[in-house]
């Protein structure tokens, strides 16, 4: 397995947590977004939509975290990372999409650039439109985790799933970019207890080549 990563890029912190969980260990190779290599026409034959994570198997090429999720699950069952109830399954893959999908979109750099270069948005504006969506996705998650019996040490129950990995993410990314996670105190409880797994905190931004002792934004 070949990853294409950059130590930044939520989407492919998703990624390296789950490969760790199930015991995968791809060769890795950067992408540097902050120099904009997504768009070097090598990388950008192998993912036309110039993004990462990018997970090339058996000569195969895999794109959108979810998906890759979704089938490093399939190929290694063990540790499940859905549950086994369609209602279960449901609810999980929608707490993960609060995330992956509405979310992160919202903060990524193309979305930042364009922002500044169309909108000529300056650092300060940018940083106000991240935040807000980084928040608006915290205060929904805090909602439904807290207030659904289903939600357990983790997310759904006793068990990591697809929901943990995707709120460790956004989490982490929220830090990143100085949003305190501490009003949502049943998000940052489990964050905390994620983290101190080695398969998240093997995987996270600032520990990765490249990374710098604290983040900049
Ligand atoms: N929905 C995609 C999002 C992928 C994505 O936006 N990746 C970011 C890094 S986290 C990226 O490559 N951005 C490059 C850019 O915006 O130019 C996924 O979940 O894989």
């Known amino acids: 397995m070949k990853l294409f990563s950059f130590w ?12 760790n969980l199930k ?53 290694r069952p063990d540790p499940p990372l859905l549950p086994g109830l369609p209602h279960d399954r449901a609810r999980v893959r929608a707490l993960a999409q609060i995330v992956a999908c509405d979310a992160h979109p919202l903060i990524v750099p193309r979305v930042r650039n364009f922002l500044e270069g169309e909108f000529k948005l300056d650092e300060p504006q940018r940083l106000t439109w991240i935040r807000h969506w980084i928040a608006e996705a915290l205060v929904a998650l805090e ?11 983790y997310c759904h129950g006793d068990s990591i799933t697809l929901a943990d990995i995707c709120l460790v993410s956004h989490a982490v990314g929220a830090k990143l970019l100085d949003v305190d996670v501490a009003p949502y105190p049943t998000v940052a409880r489990i964050v905390d207890i994620c983290l101190k797994d080695a398969a998240f905190a093997r995987a996270h931004p600032l520990n990765q080549p490249g990374a710098p002792k604290s983040a900049a934004h």
């Not at 939520?10 to 390296?16: C, K, N, S």
């Open 23 to 75: 015991g995968f260990e791809p060769e890795v190779v950067d992408v540097d977004l902050l120099k904009g290599q997504q768009r070097n026409p090598d990388f950008r034959a192998i993912n036309p939509q110039m993004l990462i994570p990018a997970l090339v198997d058996d000569g195969r090429v895999l794109f959108q975290s979810l998906a890759i999720l979704e089938f490093l699950d399939e190929i």
């Open 143 to 153: 909602t439904h985790v807290s207030r659904d019996p289903q939600t357990g040490r």
């Open 8 to 19: 930044r890029s939520l989407a492919t912190f998703r990624v390296r947590i789950a490969l």
